[in-house]
Structures are given as structure tokens and as C-alpha cells.
């Protein structure tokens, strides 16, 4: 029994043995870590599910489509019974020329600690019409009284003015569609009740102004043969979306983009009939104001940092058992380990409140005291105390660091942890393990 209490005593007392519990409790408290993670994506969920709500209140993004101009006519046939048939048919035509200029009134909208971008703007449409080539269409019968203009916009509850939509020399309001196409959304509806507007014999100029809500983004499509739409706004950070890159201005006051976009730039016909088309979407383009403080994609992003945080300090506790002679319990391991991992739901409720920045301050001093004031009753030594300090804030400042440069985060980290490993590998290099694991521990 004496042998085995001594065998016993030894192996707790073994280097290796105490690496390999160190290793374990390590990769235990990834339990937690991905934990924290998983709160992080309920709290962003939510966040998305509050700024849903806001932006029901107010009105979604907005996605303009406009202007299409439609003519129904009929076609008549002989069938195989000799009788004359009628098909009923529209022919849909894009303008030759399209020109869109939008001003943006971005605002930020809090709801409780969530926040989300509303606009107001101002869409300023004009253009021209040519004259629609019927001569494919044969044994036809063109219903230019039954003609109309649609405007597609994808929220109608964004809409604040009683639009007039001006066609050659006249002026026609504009009303609610009962449709919902898939090429074009939600419409509003401008008929034509003066057919001398109508391009039926040369060319017709159209103009008209939307006043409209949106949020988040605002986008378009270019229905024109040649398309140019011009978007300025009050906002420090647009994001460019779509199939089309613009030519853009950023400054104090705002940004500026514009497009230029020609008929073989596209895939949307110059007229088509019914719906041959299914959908345009192929050819959006916009702009998206971005939310240029994401806390929820920061804490994301810093507790996958985690398990580098554990293994690095659980490093330097084992170093200084091994130099010092001085044992310390795997409970105190998982204690400090919790404390690391504490940091992380600290930073996430912090950030919900307060800048990410100051969050992020406050969250990893108060790790940092706590550890701290929990080994000087451990090590005993300010020495030893003043090195782990030293080194978690240099940690903390590391990984502060990597989240503020998005670009380049992969390769700072990547060089930060090389040159750590390298640290590590230069203190240990003198350390002699089989004549660690032969000493008598204290």
C-alpha cells in the first residue's frame, strides 16, 4: 500500500501528467467558449428580429423598377376549325432613355439598445419613350386608350407623395396596382387617359418625383436602354450592391455615386410580351448603408479568439510551476480559465450599452484585476504577478488590435501568434524535462 501511495503521489507530482490535465481543462473550456458564442448569435438574432419590427413600422429597403410602359392589343387567328380566334396580349417597352436622380436622408432609429438606418429620399425620374415597333406582332389590334404606365416600387408603404407622373405634354396621377410580378414587385399604376402622350407616332418625354421611406438600402433597376441614376447622401459609410459598380465621391458631408449603364450591359429586352420576363434581379444595383458598428460581428469575431487566450495563459502558469517549484492545483486552472471565458459574456452585455471600444476596456480590465488579484494568492511573488499582468494585457491589446484591422486580421494574427510560439519556444529552450520530472517538488 505504501508503494502504491507513493506511485500515486509521484505520477500527481509528474510534469507530464500535469501538461496533460493542463491540455484537457484547455480543450474543456471550449465547452463554454462555444457557449458564448452561441449567446452572441441569439443576441445578434434578436437584434435583426427588433430591426425587423422597426423597419415594418417605417418601410423595408427599397428597390425601384420604372418606368414600363404597356399596351394591350389583340391578335386574331384562324384555328383549325376555320374560325377566327382572339388572343388578348400586352407588349411591355422599356425607355430609350432613363435618368434617375436620388438625395438620401439617412437617420439612425433606436429601438431600447438596438438601432437601425431609416432614409428619406427624393427620386427625381426622367426620360424618353420611342415609338414601339409593332411589326412583329401580325393580324393585330393595338388598345392605345387601354395603355398605361407601371412603376415598380418593392415597399408601397414608403411612398409619402401623391405622385403625377408626367407623359408629353400631360400630367396623370398615379395609383396602386392589384398586381405583385415577379420582374417588376409591387406597382403603382399610371394610366393614360389622353392618347396624344402616347409615343404612337415619335417620341415622348416622361418626367415625375417619388418622395419615399426606406432602410438599410435602396436600389434599382435599369429598365432604360441607357440607364444613368445618380444617388448622393448625408452617410460616412455607403456600401456598393449589385451587378454594377459606380463611379463614387466620399468626403464629410456625404458620399456621391453614379452609374452609367447601357442596353448590352444588361439583360433586360427592350420590349417583351406578357411575361416572357421572370424576373430582373440579375441586373440590380444600389446602395446599402452600412452600419459601420457591428458589435455583434466584433464579440463574434473576439471569442473565436478564445481558446488562444486559455492556452496562453494556462502557459504561463505551468512555466511558472515548473521554475518555481511551486504546485498549483487544476482547480485553480478552471478558476482562471472561467475567468478568461467571464470576459467574453462581459464584452457582449457591455457592448449592447456602450461603445464597443469602451466595452471592450472595461471588460478586459476587470479580467485582468480579477486574475490578477486571484494569482497573488497563488504565486505569492509580485514578480511572477507583474509578468502575468503584463502579458494579458498585452494579449488584450493584441486581440483589440486584430479586431479594428478587418482587411489585414488574418495576417496580423497569424504573424502575432508566430511570434509568441517563438517567445515560448525561447524560454523553454534551457528547461531540462527529464530532470524536471526527477526533482522533488516542494
Known sequence: METFAKRSEKLSQ??????????FLTLLLLIPSVMVQELIMERQNRSYETIEKINNKWSQAQTLCLPILSVPYTVSRTNENEKIVYEQHTLHITPEHLDIQTTLSPEEKHYGIYKTILYKSEVKISGQFEQPNFQKVTHNTIHWDKAYIRLGVSDLRGVTNNIRFNLGNQSFPAEAGSSNDGFIGKELIVSITDQKSLPIDGSRDFSCTINLNGSSSIGFIPA??????????????????????????????????????????????????DSQVDSFNDAYFGVSLVDTVDHYQQNMRSAKYAIMFIGLTFVIFFFVEILTRRRIHPIQYLLVGLALILFYTLLLSISEQLHFGLAYLIASMATIGLITLYTKSIFNNWKQIGLLTFTLCLLYLFLYVVLQLEDIALLIGSVGLFIILAVIMYCSRKISWYKQEELPVE
Open 14 to 23: 509528474s510534469i507530464t501528467v500535469k501538461a496533460l490535465i493542463v491540455a
Open 224 to 273: 432604360g436602354k441607357t440607364t444613368k441614376v445618380h444617388v448622393a447622401g448625408s452617410w460616412n459609410a455607403p456600401g456598393y450592391i449589385g451587378s454594377f459598380s459606380p463611379e463614387h465621391t466620399l468626403d464629410e458631408q456625404g458620399f456621391t455615386a453614379d452609374w452609367s449603364i447601357l442596353q448590352f450591359n444588361r439583360s433586360i429586352p427592350e420590349m417583351w410580351i
